[in-house]
């Protein structure tokens, strides 16, 4: 709330590059309107860091110092006790290797069959081609949250409820990762392929061997936005399972913040636990910084 | 979206026609994984919970079996006829979203749009890491925010903390029921409902509980949906703005536009279409409030944070009533398709006699959109 009440003061920028007449008349005022800017961009940083870094503290705390000294950043008691007790006394161990499954699991998927069908709808002539882009299309605008229920009684008629399976397969179908695959393909000149074609390969070869490796870039933007959104999915995994030997992180940690596996406040527990299962997200972003920075603008982008 | 098919240069007939043949079976081959998934995970239970929605399944055996039989329209009428725990429970969950989308969408629009014109200056040392900043919280999922949240807004924790700082003694967040606008009307001394506003209105909801505003608990919730979504729509802004050529904005400066007035009348008609989108994916989104209330509150104080996903959900799932929870996520995809139909007819209007040309729109698709928010820079006219 408190950044937007000084939204009035912000569009006034200081004139980037002018004409040099205009910079000498202005400069002063230029001077101290950048040390506004600066304070300003500085104050809303902290405002959205500053919850991370209470967050890590605060699991290195006591329960009862958690509770009276929340702002302080530095524990007085030092204790990794919440962090002994996720990994000798809770299941968290079987969650996170779950969610490792399904992360590698979906994302290996994901990256293969995305990109045949992106290759198919970019290069392929086939009957049915624009049937099958528009299915897409209106499939990509259901939303998910509707589909529980749905998803649940196929799910259970199938006969994999409570399974991996039953946990990776509906999150293979992805459509807006078959979009950006078929973007990227229909950027690559077609010669490329023509080559290979006479060298006499098929298309299955020409996709894997030649067409492919092209791909990379968005081949790792599918893997960066697969690996995050399996990582952090919650909903599939309510309705696909129920059995504690199968649950994620998400869910395992949800459970726990509700209360349904504790009693207590347990808040040291409870956010050592969030901040462990932020970690593979959060290395993935740091290390592909720039390349998610910009796959988010484009995945929208079509 | 049909888009022509280039045929193979030359060759003969029979030869052109075989090719074709066994492409279009290498085509199929190649789509069909895709094809069978989403058919069999998104088309086929949408139409079985169709069915379950009219039926009276109990959760035991298979909804398809010969024990389930057609009631019609018991279930919609069940949650909306007005009386009724079902239905007053359900008219709840409308209201506090309602709410939520009032408030997050402006909201986490407007903040994500200054956001990006602060970041995308030309000068500005450091733009990397604020970006970064403002979009780490997006990264993280729901589950870990939502703990965090419980903690930062607990009755002792650092928000009433830092509130206390400013002799405000802050409320306890998330055990607190009380409407935002019931609040404020106490605080001028209307406590009790006028008499007109005390039966049972719209979906068995007296009139002074629609009015009661999003209740503290829920307020927090739209502060966290602010906080991790404004990143992500920071994002798609840049990427608008850094299409805006400087050429416009110097232009602009030359005849004398002061930075409000620049800011206003060259850049925010330039970012209309990704103003649309970003409002568009933003409605889509706060309707679909779950994760965080699985995770935090379970609808609770009072019910004042249930929401129509999780009432689904709860209503299946918990208390065993199939049909009327399936009914609930069918009332709610009408509502998201609507409002986004409305939506988009009513910022085209606008749209049209400014730039006819470049409004590619062309179904009530979710891709159409895009390709708009991509033609602006191409084909806006030089001024």
Same mark, same amino acid.
């Given at each position: 709330?408190? =950044?937007?009440?000084?939204?009035?003061?912000?569009?006034?920028?200081?004139?980037?590059?002018?004409?040099?007449?205009?910079?000498?008349?202005?400069?002063?005022?230029?001077?101290?309107?950048?040390?506004?800017?600066?304070?300003?961009?500085?104050?809303?940083?902290?405002?959205?860091?500053?919850?991370?870094?209470?967050?890590?503290?605060?699991?290195?705390?006591?329960?009862?110092?958690?509770?009276?000294?929340?702002?302080?950043?530095?524990?007085?008691?030092?204790?990794?006790?919440?962090?002994?007790?996720?990994?000798?006394?809770?299941?968290?161990?079987?969650?996170?290797?779950?969610?490792?499954?399904?992360?590698?699991?979906?994302?290996?998927?994901?990256?293969?069959?995305?990109?045949?069908?992106?290759?198919?709808?970019?290069?392929?002539?086939?009957?049915?081609?624009?049937?099958?882009?528009?299915?897409?299309?209106?499939?990509?605008?259901?939303?998910?949250?509707?589909?529980?229920?749905?998803?649940?009684?196929?799910?259970?008629?199938?006969?994999?409820?409570?399974?991996?399976?039953?946990? @990776?397969?509906?999150?293979?179908?992805?459509?807006?990762?078959?979009?950006?695959?078929?973007?990227?393909?229909?950027?690559?000149?077609?010669?490329?392929?023509?080559?290979?074609?006479?060298?006499?390969?098929?298309?299955?070869?020409?996709?894997?061997?030649?067409?492919?490796?092209?791909?990379?870039?968005?081949?790792?933007?599918?893997?960066?936005?697969?690996?995050?959104?399996?990582?952090?999915?919650?909903?599939?995994?309510?309705?696909?399972?129920?059995?504690?030997?199968?649950?994620?992180?998400?869910?395992?940690?949800? =459970?726990?913040?509700?209360?349904?596996?504790?009693?207590?406040?347990?808040?040291?527990?409870?956010?050592?636990?969030?901040?462990?299962?932020?970690?593979?997200?959060?290395?993935?972003?740091?290390?592909?910084?720039?390349?998610?920075?910009?796959?988010?603008?484009?995945?929208?982008?079509? | 979206?049909?888009?022509?098919?280039?045929?193979?240069? %030359?060759?003969?007939?029979?030869?052109?026609?075989?090719?074709?043949?066994? =492409?279009?079976?290498?085509?199929?081959?190649?789509?069909?994984?895709?094809?069978?998934?989403?058919?069999?995970?998104?088309?086929?239970?949408?139409?079985?919970?169709?069915?379950?929605?009219?039926?009276?399944?109990?959760?035991?055996?298979?909804?398809?079996?010969?024990?389930?039989?057609?009631?019609?329209?018991?279930?919609?009428?069940?949650?909306?006829?007005?009386?009724?725990?079902?239905?007053?429970?359900?008219?709840?969950?409308?209201?506090?979203?309602?709410?939520?989308?009032?408030?997050?969408?402006?909201?986490?629009?407007?903040?994500?749009?200054?956001?990006?014109?602060? @970041?995308?200056?030309?000068?500005?040392?450091?733009?990397?890491?604020?970006?970064?900043?403002?979009?780490?919280?997006?990264?993280?999922?729901?589950?870990?925010?939502?703990?965090?949240?419980?903690?930062?807004?607990?009755?002792?924790?650092?928000?009433?903390?830092?509130?206390?700082?400013?002799?405000?003694?802050?409320?306890?967040?998330?055990?607190?029921?009380?409407?935002?606008?019931?609040?404020?009307?106490?605080?001028?001394?209307?406590?009790?409902?006028?008499?007109?506003?005390?039966?049972?209105?719209?979906?068995?909801?007296? %009139?002074?509980?629609?009015?009661?505003?999003?209740?503290?608990?829920?307020?927090?919730?739209?502060?966290?949906?602010?906080?991790?979504?404004?990143?992500?729509?920071?994002?798609?802004?840049?990427?608008?703005?850094?299409?805006?050529?400087?050429?416009?904005?110097?232009?602009?400066?030359?005849?004398?536009?002061?930075?409000?007035?620049?800011?206003?009348?060259?850049?925010?008609?330039?970012?209309?279409?990704?103003?649309?989108?970003?409002?568009?994916?933003?409605?889509?989104?706060?309707?679909?409030?779950?994760?965080?209330?699985?995770?935090?509150?379970?609808?609770?104080?009072?019910?004042?944070?249930?929401?129509?996903?999780?009432?689904?959900?709860?209503?299946?799932?918990?208390?065993?009533?199939?049909?009327?929870?399936?009914?609930?996520?069918?009332?709610?995809?009408?509502?998201?398709?609507?409002?986004?139909?409305? =939506?988009?007819?009513?910022?085209?209007?606008?749209?049209?006699?400014?730039?006819?040309?470049?409004?590619?729109?062309?179904?009530?698709?979710?891709?159409?959109?895009?390709?708009?928010?991509?033609?602006?820079?191409?084909?806006?006219?030089?001024?």
């Amino acid at each position: 709330m408190s =950044q937007l009440a000084t939204r009035p003061a912000a569009p006034t920028p200081p004139p980037t590059p002018a004409p040099s007449t205009r910079r000498r008349r202005k400069a002063p005022s230029v001077g101290r309107r950048a040390l506004a800017l600066y304070l300003l961009l500085a104050l809303l940083a902290l405002i959205y860091i500053f919850p991370f870094l209470i967050q890590v503290s605060s699991s290195f705390k006591t329960e009862p110092e958690a509770a009276q000294n929340p702002l302080g950043l530095i524990p007085q008691n030092w204790t990794t006790a919440a962090y002994t007790q996720l990994f000798e006394s809770s299941d968290f161990p079987t969650w996170a290797k779950n969610s490792f499954i399904v992360t590698l699991f979906v994302t290996a998927g994901r990256v293969f069959f995305n990109s045949l069908a992106g290759y198919a709808l970019a290069r392929i002539p086939f009957r049915g081609r624009g049937l099958v882009f528009a299915l897409l299309v209106a499939v990509m605008a259901v939303p998910g949250v509707v589909l529980l229920i749905p998803k649940f009684l196929v799910i259970n008629q199938l006969g994999i409820y409570d399974s991996y399976a039953g946990m @990776v397969l509906p999150l293979l179908a992805d459509a807006a990762g078959v979009f950006i695959m078929k973007n990227f393909f229909e950027s690559i000149p077609a010669s490329v392929e023509e080559q290979a074609r006479i060298d006499g390969a098929g298309t299955f070869r020409t996709f894997w061997s030649v067409v492919l490796p092209m791909a990379r870039p968005a081949v790792m933007t599918i893997v960066i936005l697969s690996f995050q959104g399996s990582w952090n999915e919650l909903n599939h995994f309510i309705v696909s399972t129920q059995d504690p030997a199968l649950t994620t992180l998400t869910k395992g940690v949800a =459970q726990l913040s509700s209360g349904q596996l504790s009693q207590g406040t347990q808040y040291p527990l409870k956010l050592a636990a969030a901040a462990l299962m932020t970690v593979p997200v959060a290395i993935v972003f740091f290390v592909f910084q720039k390349r998610i920075m910009n796959a988010s603008a484009g995945a929208v982008k079509e | 979206m049909a888009r022509s098919i280039p045929s193979p240069p %030359g060759g003969g007939t029979a030869r052109r026609r075989t090719t074709r043949g066994r =492409q279009g079976l290498t085509g199929w081959l190649f789509i069909s994984p895709v094809v069978v998934i989403l058919g069999l995970f998104l088309v086929v239970p949408v139409l079985m919970a169709a069915w379950v929605s009219v039926s009276d399944w109990t959760g035991r055996g298979s909804p398809v079996g010969g024990s389930v039989s057609f009631v019609g329209g018991q279930n919609y009428t069940a949650i909306l006829d007005g009386d009724g725990l079902a239905s007053r429970d359900f008219g709840t969950s409308i209201r506090n979203n309602l709410y939520y989308v009032l408030l997050v969408v402006p909201l986490q629009t407007g903040l994500s749009m200054f956001l990006a014109v602060l @970041v995308n200056r030309q000068v500005l040392r450091g733009r990397g890491f604020f970006r970064t900043a403002f979009y780490f919280p997006s990264v993280t999922s729901s589950v870990a925010i939502t703990v965090l949240w419980l903690f930062l807004f607990s009755s002792t924790g650092v928000v009433n903390r830092v509130l206390s700082f400013i002799s405000v003694s802050g409320p306890n967040w998330f055990q607190d029921p009380r409407g935002v606008i019931h609040v404020i009307l106490a605080a001028v001394g209307i406590r009790t409902a006028p008499e007109a506003l005390t039966a049972p209105g719209f979906l068995g909801v007296s %009139g002074w509980e629609w009015l009661a505003g999003p209740s503290v608990a829920m307020s927090a919730f739209i502060l966290m949906a602010i906080f991790t979504t404004s990143g992500t729509f920071m994002l798609l802004f840049i990427a608008a703005l850094q299409n805006i050529s400087g050429e416009v904005q110097e232009a602009a400066m030359v005849d004398g536009a002061n930075g409000w007035q620049r800011f206003w009348q060259v850049t925010l008609p330039m970012l209309r279409p990704t103003l649309f989108t970003v409002l568009t994916l933003g409605l889509i989104g706060s309707w679909q409030v779950f994760d965080q209330i699985y995770t935090g509150t379970q609808g609770g104080p009072a019910k004042t944070t249930l929401t129509p996903a999780y009432l689904s959900f709860s209503t299946a799932f918990n208390n065993q009533r199939w049909g009327e929870g399936a009914a609930i996520a069918f009332i709610l995809f009408a509502i998201i398709v609507t409002l986004t139909l409305l =939506q988009r007819l009513a910022l085209r209007e606008r749209d049209v006699p400014r730039r006819r040309r470049m409004v590619p729109v062309t179904a009530s698709s979710t891709g159409a959109r895009t390709a708009s928010s991509s033609a602006l820079p191409v084909k806006e006219p030089k001024p």
